[in-house]
């Protein structure tokens, strides 16, 4: 089976229905799975006895997903019946640093995890920049709706996009400026190529949900840069508050649901078998899109 390198971890491909009665049925269906993201910055101790009780607490409620706790902080996306799931957050707020946990939630008709996994890493996010704490000396993070205030007055900023390009092509904020990599490791280098001149012009940087730009905002006060912001919660938490305004397309997320609208809904867009380049709606009705083949991506490569 295909294997997807995404920004600091590998996952794997997940076949996806193909047709179009599947794909309706399939986005009308009703939507009993919670699904939940977030994270912490924040530094974990024992973390051999704290994954042997999250497991048990995952297991007992038959939750998906997966959870990275590391001596920085904890990542987590799981999926599950709401109950469980509010059981699995009630037992994360009990531990030190945790209390003020604050998942962002959406609904889907089905489960976007095959399995669960509770894993011990050197970073909740990959970066391999050493000195980068974000629980010592965080980005100043700018509210959803204050961002969009900004863009109604037409403030002059500069939003840069730190996601991998392929996340990019499927949507983002109307004139943002892309990264331009293909993993977050890049990051770095991107960040040494932009314009000298916005060192000193106010850049406001977003990704998915935010951890991301946790790390970019660190690295790139340390490069110079003296006016940055984190956009909080990323683009799904300014979804949820802002809805769709100056936002063009859809998000990538990395679970089944591979895009999801400003409604938080899923889109129906589905990742290429072939190259895993995720494709909308639209593009699957390129002729060159073969389900299980090859996309227009990838058509005769």
Known sequence: MPVVTTAGKRFRAWRQPCGAFTLVRRLS??????????????PLDDLPALRERLQGVCA????????????????????????????????LRTISGLADLAPKESFSSERPFNRMLVKIKKEIIAFGVEGIDPSKRPTTKLPARTLKQWLDEGRKITLLDTRND??????????????????????????????????????????????????????MEREGFQNVFQLDGGILKYFEECGGAH???????????????PELKETGSVL??????????????????VPDKACPHCHGV
């Open 272 to 289: 290429c078998w072939n190259c895993q380049m995720p494709l909308s709606v639209a593009e699957q009705k390129d002729p060159r899109y």
């Open 60 to 91: 007992a409620g038959g939750l998906r997903g997966t959870i990275l706790l590391s001596a920085e902080g904890i990542n987590l996306f799981v999926a599950g019946l709401p109950q469980n799931v509010a059981a699995l957050v009630t037992e």
């Open 166 to 219: 392929y996340e990019v092509r499927m949507g983002t904020f109307r004139d943002a400026v892309p990264a331009g990599v293909e993993h977050f490791r890049e990051f770095p280098d991107a960040v040494r190529k932009l314009p000298e001149e916005l060192k000193n012009q106010p850049v406001v940087m977003f990704c998915t949900g935010g951890i991301r730009c946790e790390k970019a905002g660190p690295f």
């Open 247 to 261: 936002y063009d397309g859809e998000c990538f997320v990395f679970d089944r649901r591979v895009g999801v609208n």
């Open 29 to 42: 269906m009703p939507a009993p799975f919670l699904n939940i993201s977030t994270y912490k910055f924040t």
